[in-house]
């Protein structure tokens, strides 16, 4: 079936750096994808909508400056977390919508990121 | 406001334990409603996917049902596998493909 996949798995980095996480579909086409972040023992927290083509749409309270969305091809989405501080550490979480069924969302298995 | 409420959120359950997951919500049009497990770590699983009231789907130990106000995953003489988090998400008529999920049901069934 259809698969999402998130690069890294796990990311470690210091204060300051930028960290980039990939979200690829690997066998349909995403015209649009999704980015979450999860808080330990919380739920996912929509970030913003990913469009190939265009801008991301943002949620409110999300900064954009600071979490840099890039929707390259029909496969593949970016999340570049800008000069990373230790609050930015958690679980990254990208998805795509199922083609073949209304509404149904294909998630990845998630990104570790881990500030020093 | 659209908002997604689960509860409890955290169940312990004896083996053979059965007992239900409660997720209400109110959004303005419901899209669909969808029910997904998450281990720890791991990126959510889809489980379910509920689109009108009274419709009812059934996954081994697991049945979803749906009301206009809430949805219900029953867990029918649970295993220790079925330990996990269960996530309630929703999709509104006016807001696209968005999910928008509950905080989840932390579930230990115990040997």
């Known amino acids: 079936g259809a698969v999402v996949s998130q690069h890294p798995s796990r990311v470690i980095c210091k204060s300051g750096t930028s960290v980039k996480i990939e979200c690829r579909s690997l066998?349909?086409?995403?015209?649009?994808m999704f980015w979450y972040r999860q808080f330990p023992k919380k739920s996912l927290m929509l970030m913003a909508t990913?469009?190939?083509?265009?801008?991301?749409?943002?949620e409110q309270g999300v900064e954009k400056d600071k979490f840099l969305i890039n929707h390259a091809s029909l496969t593949l989405s970016t999340l570049t977390v800008t000069s990373a501080h230790p609050e930015d550490s958690s679980f990254y979480i990208c998805?795509?919508?199922?083609?073949?069924?209304?509404?149904?969302?294909?998630f990845g298995p998630g990104t570790r990121l881990t500030v020093t | 406001e659209d908002q997604v409420t689960q509860s409890p959120e955290a169940l312990r359950l004896q083996e053979g334990e059965s007992s239900s997951l409660n997720c209400s919500y109110t959004?303005?049009?419901?899209?669909?409603l969808f029910w997904y497990r998450q281990d720890p770590g791991k990126g959510p699983e889809f489980l379910f996917t509920?689109?009108?009231a009274g419709e009812e789907k059934e996954k081994e130990r697991l049945k979803a049902t749906l009301t206009k106000k809430e949805s219900f995953l029953h867990i029918t003489a649970p295993k220790p596998e079925d330990s996990a988090t269960y996530l309630c998400?929703?999709?509104?008529?006016?807001?696209?493909?968005?999910?928008?999920f509950g905080t989840g049901t932390s579930l230990t069934v115990i040997p």
């Open positions: 998805s795509a919508p199922n083609p073949s069924t209304a509404g149904e969302q294909y």
């Open positions: 066998d349909f086409q995403a015209t649009t």
């Open positions: 990913s469009n190939e083509g265009s801008k991301a749409t943002y």
């Open positions: 959004v303005s049009g419901l899209r669909g």
């Open positions: 509920l689109y009108s």
């Open positions: 998400a929703v999709q509104a008529s006016n807001t696209g493909n968005q999910f928008y």
